[in-house]
Every structure is written in structure tokens, then in C-alpha cells.
């Protein structure tokens, strides 16, 4: 079966599947003749009076939405967008204006053929809720990595199901916090576990090797979206995406070569990171920012209650190294001093109760390059190497009197929650603060890992037990996802982190300082 074949198969088995639970959102291939779109639709970076709607089709097409404020359309306002062609790898997205704030918006997507414009694709549904203007509840889940470790879709597991846990959670948005796709991580047909059984992944061209062409990294992105619940969560729940490593390829940083990697042709991980960044670019519903158009960083403003500052420390860091440096230094780098620049700025300027840093990489935890280091820590001691840029912003959030700030983060596949107290530090100068940390979606679970006493993290939660087998798979259970729930007349903030089930593992409600 040919990949194109195989893709129309998926599509229709997806249709009838959500047909039969009388599902709003599914793919109509009832008529060849007319465009498809195959991988679903989503909205993402939603303010209070704007949504970026992004789809694809499968031939040469123009983007058309509509969309209103009730079920039934009426009133709805239309708008002809781009064509969908062969250099977006025919991706489109429109950037609605003009919305109300804090209502529930539904859209409509619709393909033209570009080769005779009287034929088009069938509907597509969806929604999202804008931000409000006004205090009421706020809610969102945030987790990352994504098939990876060699665990992909699995048809009889019931696919990414962590996708519709929690899409049954209702959030206002979701936070991606990175490894939205394992563009190095080869997806076989099947895998053994330990108990004799077998894991069967569905399977594509692209995902067969490494990723090096443009077409095989955002065959990475078409793949994720062969799986009905993502595709279904995506058309309800908006998204706010970043990227971190797999993206591209384990640990990668700016310059880095490849020569003793074998898995690669091509060696000059920035040629790779360029087109691993035009995929990421072209399949997430991200607002390209006017002066930098492939700037990942940005802030989204969710009401009174919140502001989400999104980092991205992949495209400005130094090299992975010991990592024990006592000055700044280019092998220091990690936010870069335009996007610490820019943080300080924004953090400065939000007049939200609540101020959320989305980091891809964890603060305390050691995660190791062989040898080097991949994130902030460096094992126990001051700060030094990368910690120098994290303890300058702590030293400046506490300086400038920044109150109601925690983070959020991945990376390191599983849940945790982490208290950070000068009292118990090696460098002192910053005001308590929370880190809560969420994932695998659908990855191999690994950690616990070591933790690094300079910012002086206390353990609060972990969960996964001590001494766990490393890599193991989704039917394990051990997949995590993270909520925030912030309560609209008192500002109190409810951190939970929940399983593949939707289960309740740990809650915390901080309530905001004056």
C-alpha cells in the first residue's frame, strides 16, 4: 500500500469511527473528487479578539472560514484565505480578527480546489473560547513529548489517548511545552514488551528513519496527525505551542555537527534545525511575529488572571558542555540577551494576577549530555555555566517586586512538582516559586532523575517510582499531563497533575500574594 492509499485508508476508518459515536468533528472522503483534509484543523495563540486557524488539504486549494458565535452559524462571518500549495506542503492558516472576548467561537474550514473552482472539500468543524477581558474562571492542561522513544500510535491501545483525557477536561487552552514531534526517534511496526506482548505502531514512510529532507520533518508533524484523538483535541482545544530538542534531534544546539552520527547524511545540525523549524512553522497554528516571522518566544495574554510567557531555549543556547563556567560566557548562553531582554520586559509590563513561564527545560533537574550538560543544572554548588542567566532573572523578578510567577515544564518524561526556597539554596538571591512538570503524552517514561541544590529545590511529588525500568511504554500507564485551574473570584491558582486516565495524583492551591 502506497503512503497516499494508506493515508485515504486512515481518513475513512477516522470518519466512520467518529460517526458512529456521533461525533461533530470527522474527515468526509465520501467524494475523491473533491479536496480532503485529511489531518483535521486548529486553532492556536487565541487572545481575547483573535485565533490563528490553521489545516491542510491534500492537492492544491484555497482556505475558506467561517465562523460565529452559535452552533448553527448564523450570521457567520466568511473569510477566503491563502492557497494551500506545494511550498507550505499545502498548509494554510487565516488569523481571525475582530472577535468577541470570552465567547465560545465555532469555525467552519473549507478547501476550494484551485484547478476548478466550482468543487470543494466537505466542512470542517471546530471551536475555541476566546480570552476574556474580565475576571472568571481560567483554565489549561500543558504536557509534551510526543511518539517518541518508538512508541507511536497504536490503533489497538486506542491511540494518543491522553489526548482525549484531556480534551473531557474542558481547558481553555493547552500549553505544548515541547518535543511536539521525535523527528529522530524511528517508529517501527512493532515492539516487544517485557511480557511477551506486542506494541503495534501505525507506521510511514517518513517516520522509517531520522529525519534530514524538509518533507521528512514535517512527515513527523503528518504522522502525530493520522491519531483521531489529537485530531479531535485540536479541534477543540487552542493551542499555544513550543519546540525543544526532538523537533530536531536529541540535545541539539546551534553549530553542533554530526560527523560521528551515522544515522545522518546530512551533518550540520543548522541546516537540519532550519528545516526541522520551517515544519514546526508550517503544522502548528502559531502568529508569525511581523519583524522576526520565525521567532518561537512569545507571550499570550489570557484575561486579568494570567499571562503565559513562552521561551525558547533551543535557538539562542551555547554548546553542551561541563557546564561549570564562572562568568558569562558565549558556552553560557541559554535565553540569549534578546529574548532575556524581551522576558524581562514582558514580565515587567504584565499586570496579570498570575504570571506563568512555560520553560521546555526543567530548572533543578540534572539532565545530562554524556559528559555535558542539556539543561540549567550542573550537580550541587553556586551558580555557574548556564544557571548564571536563570539566577539573573530570579534576581531580577525579586528585585522588581514581580509577584505570582511559577513554571511549567516537560522534558524529562515524567511528573513532578518542586518547591524552590532560598532558604535551602546555594544562591539566595530570588523569592520562592513552584515548578510543576508534566509529561510524556505518549513517549516512553523514564526518571526519577538527580536534582541540583543551587536554586534549592524541594521534591513535593514524583510520579514514578524510584528505581523504574526506564522506557516504558504508554500501556504502562505512566503518561502524565498537567492543569491549571485559576478560580475567577478569588485568584486562587490549583495546580494538578493527572494520568493517562484523568486521575488526580497531585493537587496544590497557591493563592495569589497582594
Given amino acids: 500500500m502506497n503512503r497516499r492509499k494508506f493515508l485515504l485508508k486512515t481518513a475513512q476508518a477516522a470518519a466512520a469511527s467518529a460517526a458512529l459515536r456521533g461525533s461533530a468533528f470527522a474527515i468526509i472522503t465520501s467524494d475523491k473528487l473533491r479536496p480532503q483534509i485529511p489531518f483535521g484543523a486548529q486553532s492556536g495563540d487565541v487572545t481575547s479578539n483573535r485565533a490563528v486557524i490553521w489545516s491542510r488539504a491534500d492537492r492544491p486549494a484555497r482556505m475558506i472560514v467561517e465562523h460565529a458565535t452559535t452552533e448553527s452559524f448564523k450570521d457567520a462571518r466568511r473569510i477566503i484565505g491563502p492557497a494551500a500549495i506545494e511550498p507550505s506542503d499545502f498548509t494554510a492558516r487565516i488569523d481571525l480578527t475582530d472577535l468577541p472576548a470570552g465567547q465560545k467561537i465555532f469555525y467552519r474550514v473549507t478547501f476550494q480546489d484551485l484547478n476548478d473552482g466550482k468543487v470543494s472539500s466537505e466542512p470542517l468543524i471546530g471551536s475555541f473560547q476566546t480570552a476574556p477581558n474580565t475576571r472568571r474562571d481560567v483554565s489549561f492542561v500543558w504536557g509534551g513529548d510526543v511518539c517518541g522513544q518508538g512508541w507511536g500510535i497504536n490503533p489497538e491501545f486506542g491511540g494518543m489517548k491522553i489526548f482525549e483525557t484531556m480534551r473531557l477536561a474542558r481547558p481553555d487552552f493547552f500549553i505544548h511545552s515541547g518535543d511536539t514531534v521525535y523527528a529522530d526517534g524511528v517508529i517501527q511496526a512493532e515492539v516487544k514488551l517485557d511480557d511477551g506482548s506486542i506494541w503495534k505502531n501505525l507506521t510511514t514512510p517518513e517516520k522509517s528513519k531520522v529525519a534530514e529532507t524538509l518533507d521528512e520533518f514535517r512527515g513527523a508533524y503528518r504522522y502525530n496527525l493520522l491519531d483521531e484523538n489529537l ?28 560527523d560521528d552520527d551515522n544515522r545522518y547524511t546530512v551533518k550540520s545540525v543548522d541546516l537540519l534545525a532550519a528545516r526541522a523549524k520551517r515544519a514546526f512553522l508550517d503544522y502548528l497554528p502559531l502568529r508569525f511575529n511581523a519583524d522576526d516571522p520565525e521567532r518561537i518566544y512569545r507571550a499570550s495574554s489570557y484575561g486579568p488572571l494570567l499571562d503565559v510567557i513562552m521561551l525558547d531555549e533551543r535557538s539562542y543556547r551555547g554548546p553542551n558542555t561541563p557546564n561549570r563556567q564562572t562568568k558569562a560566557s558565549d558556552e553560557t548562553v541559554f535565553f540569549g540577551s534578546a529574548q532575556m531582554a524581551w522576558i524581562k520586559q514582558r514580565l515587567l509590563a504584565s499586570r496579570a494576577t498570575w504570571k506563568v513561564i512555560a520553560s521546555d527545560m526543567p530548572i533543578g533537574i540534572v539532565v545530562r549530555d554524556g559528559k555535558n550538560f542539556e539543561a540549567f543544572a550542573n550537580g550541587d554548588g553556586p551558580a555557574l555555566g548556564r544557571e548564571l542567566e536563570l539566577a539573573e532573572l530570579l534576581r531580577f523578578i525579586k528585585r522588581n517586586r514581580i509577584k505570582n510567577i511559577i513554571w511549567i515544564t516537560t522534558d524529562v518524561h515524567y511528573c513532578a512538582a518542586h518547591f524552590y526556597d532560598p532558604a535551602k539554596a546555594q544562591f539566595t538571591d530570588f523569592n520562592p516559586f513552584w515548578e510543576f512538570i508534566a509529561g510524556p503524552l505518549n513517549a516512553g517514561t523514564f526518571g526519577p532523575d538527580k536534582m541540583d541544590n543551587t536554586f534549592g529545590p524541594q521534591v513535593k511529588f514524583i510520579g514514578v517510582p524510584q528505581g523504574m525500568k526506564p522506557n516504558r511504554s504508554p500501556k504502562d500507564g505512566f503518561q502524565f499531563f498537567g492543569e491549571v485551574k485559576i478560580d475567577g473570584k478569588t485568584g486562587v491558582m490549583t495546580v494538578g497533575l493527572r494520568d493517562i486516565n484523568g486521575k488526580k495524583l497531585f493537587s496544590v492551591d497557591l493563592p495569589p500574594q497582594r
Avoid: K, M, S
Wanted: no cysteine; charged share 30%.
Fill in 231 to 258: 485530531r479531535r483535541f485540536n479541534a477543540e482545544v487552542p493551542i499555544l505551542a513550543q519546540w525543544d530538542d526532538h523537533e530536531v534531534r536529541n540535545n541539539w544546539y546551534p553549530g553542533q555537527r554530526l
